[in-house]
């Protein structure tokens, strides 16, 4: 073998090498990872009891879309699960600054209502 196949073989040999051992790439499928696919996530991990699995999926949105008001509002009912109705309270404020349609603003409100009745519990 003459020395420029074996410099040819070597340099393929060491490129396989370094994008081995490089960072593990993670496939996303686009459509998994959206505000809207996250706040879903983020509702049903709610439902189930699911906190801070819930928290993880709206800050995920905020994430991806920091105007986006259904991820303030899902923010905004896992503060009052906590227990942090002040909080929650500031983040439905946030919500309602950014909402922009019909559908977004009757979202703050219920979760204005879902507030209200989260602390009449604990009060009561």
């Not at 051992?21 to 990872?33: A, K, N, Q």
């Amino acid at each position: 073998m003459s020395i420029p196949k074996k410099s040819v073989i070597l340099s393929i040999c060491a490129i396989f090498f370094f994008i081995g051992c490089g960072p593990e790439t993670i496939f996303l499928r686009p459509g998994l990872d959206t505000p809207s696919h996250h706040v879903s996530n983020g509702n049903k991990l709610l439902d189930m009891g699911k906190i801070e699995d819930a928290f993880q999926e709206f800050s995920r949105a905020k994430e991806l879309d920091p105007e986006y008001t259904l991820a303030y509002v899902g923010m905004a009912m896992v503060y009052g699960h906590r227990g942090e109705y002040q909080l929650g309270r500031q983040y439905l404020a946030i919500a309602e600054s950014l909402a922009g349609s019909d559908e977004e603003a009757a979202a703050v409100h219920t979760g204005l209502e879902k507030m209200n009745d989260m602390e009449k519990k604990t009060t009561n």
